[in-house]
């Protein structure tokens, strides 16, 4: 049947796809616990980190797992890995729309947390014995925002002077050398949280598209498993 196979087909190529992610996930969250005991993660609370690293590791797995069933079921048409496979959909389908819902109603959170942060970042960034991942995160920010300190570059010593990324111009090694034309007055307080908002609205699209999806594979996975051959060679 032309339509069952078209159907298989789909399902074998968004699992593959769900299969990479799942490894993906996976190695994020194995990056974190090399990362652990390094800052800007050492400065988290213990318990946040270590739920952080878990949950990562849990969804990557589950992903993987997850993807694995697609592909072996649209293959096989197993019924029973069909069952499972719709089974694991639906727990995802539920867990999708909790963090939808989540990360939608602590936007305003994310983003308090985030701008508390980066200016206890800006505060200590020439401390010494500051972790290079700090003065990264710092530097990223400035540059890629285009702004400078949290209120402006008075955050900085006036003895140490902003850093290079306060410079519009890469080129530049320090502040010093960057032409006044160049250089990001304005403080990134306005620009973080809009950047951040943009980055949760961005997020919470991204997982209304992979509801439809899911909704979408869970359809297909049902009419495989009703159209598949009565002796199932799996179970």
Known sequence: MVLKGCIRIFLFLINTITVIFGFAITAIGIYCVSKSKSEPF???ETGSLV????????????????????VFGSITQSPRMMNVYVGLIVVVLILEMVVLVGSLVSKHKIVDTAQTGFKDYVERYYESGIDDNVKSAVDAIQFNL???GYEGQGDFPSESKPPASCC???????????????QFTEGCKEKLPQFIGQVVNLFAVVIGFAVVLDVISMMGAFYVRQNSPKYDHIA
């Open 146 to 148: 285009e702004c400078c």
């Open 42 to 44: 050492n400065d988290m």
């Open 168 to 182: 519009r111009n890469d080129t530049v090694a320090d502040f010093s050398q960057c032409s006044k034309d160049d």
């Open 51 to 70: 739920g952080f690293i878990v949950f990562t590791l849990c969804i990557g797995i589950f992903v993987l797992v997850l993807g694995l069933l697609g």
